[in-house]
C-alpha cells in the first residue's frame, strides 16, 4: 500500500500560494500594461484612483504595494502627463491627496476592460460562486490584517 508524500512546507503555505498566485496571473497581465505604454506601477496608481475619491499619498502606496518616495516619483510624471493632480488637505496640510484627472480616467478605462477580461477567463474554470466565494475570502483575509487607517 503506497501512502503519497505530504506536500512540501511551500506548496501547502498559504502565503507562499498567494505570492504564486499573483505572480503568475499578474504576468500575463503586465504585457498588456506595457503594450499600452505604462508601467506595473503606473497601471496600479492609475487602477486605484479611478473610481475613488481624493486619498493620500501615503494610502495610495498602501494599497498599491509600493513604497511612498516610489509613488511620489510616479506621480510627478503622471501630474506632468496630465493623469493626475494633487490637492492640499484643508484639514492637514501635511498630507498631500491624489485623485485622477479626466485624462487620466479615459486612459486606465480601456485597460480596465481589459483586465476585467483577464481575470474573467482566470476565474472561469472555478464557475461564478466559486469566484465570488474566492474574492470574499481574500477580501476578508485583507480586511483583518490590513493595518489600521491613519
Given at each position: 500500500?503506497?501512502?503519497?508524500?505530504?506536500p512540501c512546507?511551500?506548496?501547502?503555505?498559504?502565503?507562499?500560494?498567494?505570492?504564486?498566485?499573483?505572480?503568475?496571473?499578474?504576468?500575463?497581465?503586465?504585457?498588456?500594461?506595457?503594450?499600452?505604454?505604462?508601467?506595473?506601477?503606473?497601471?496600479?496608481?492609475?487602477?486605484?484612483?479611478?473610481?475613488?475619491?481624493?486619498?493620500?499619498?501615503?494610502?495610495?502606496?498602501?494599497?498599491t504595494l509600493?513604497?511612498?518616495?516610489?509613488?511620489?516619483?510616479?506621480?510627478?510624471?503622471?501630474?506632468?502627463?496630465?493623469?493626475?493632480?494633487?490637492?492640499?488637505?484643508?484639514?492637514?496640510?501635511?498630507?498631500?491627496?491624489?485623485?485622477?484627472?479626466?485624462?487620466?480616467?479615459?486612459?486606465?478605462?480601456?485597460?480596465?476592460?481589459?483586465?476585467?477580461?483577464?481575470?474573467?477567463?482566470?476565474?472561469?474554470?472555478?464557475?461564478?460562486?466559486?469566484?465570488?466565494?474566492?474574492?470574499?475570502?481574500?477580501?476578508?483575509?485583507?480586511?483583518?490584517?490590513?493595518?489600521?487607517?491613519?
Amino acid at each position: 500500500m503506497s501512502t503519497s508524500a505530504p506536500p512540501c512546507f511551500v506548496d501547502d503555505y498559504l502565503p507562499a500560494l498567494l505570492a504564486q498566485a499573483s505572480h503568475l496571473i499578474s504576468s500575463e497581465f503586465h504585457q498588456v500594461v506595457s503594450d499600452n505604454g505604462f508601467t506595473v506601477s503606473e497601471w496600479r496608481v492609475l487602477a486605484t484612483l479611478q473610481d475613488r475619491d481624493p486619498i493620500s499619498v501615503g494610502r495610495l502606496a498602501q494599497i498599491t504595494l509600493l513604497k511612498t518616495s516610489t509613488v511620489t516619483r510616479i506621480l510627478d510624471r503622471m501630474e506632468a502627463d496630465g493623469y493626475v493632480e494633487r490637492l492640499a488637505n484643508p484639514e492637514d496640510r501635511r498630507v498631500t491627496r491624489v485623485r485622477i484627472t479626466e485624462s487620466g480616467a479615459k486612459v486606465v478605462a480601456d485597460l480596465v476592460n481589459l483586465a476585467l477580461a483577464h481575470e474573467r477567463r482566470v476565474l472561469e474554470p472555478f464557475g461564478l460562486e466559486r469566484a465570488e466565494t474566492l474574492k470574499s475570502t481574500l477580501r476578508h483575509i485583507i480586511a483583518l490584517h490590513a493595518p489600521p487607517a491613519r
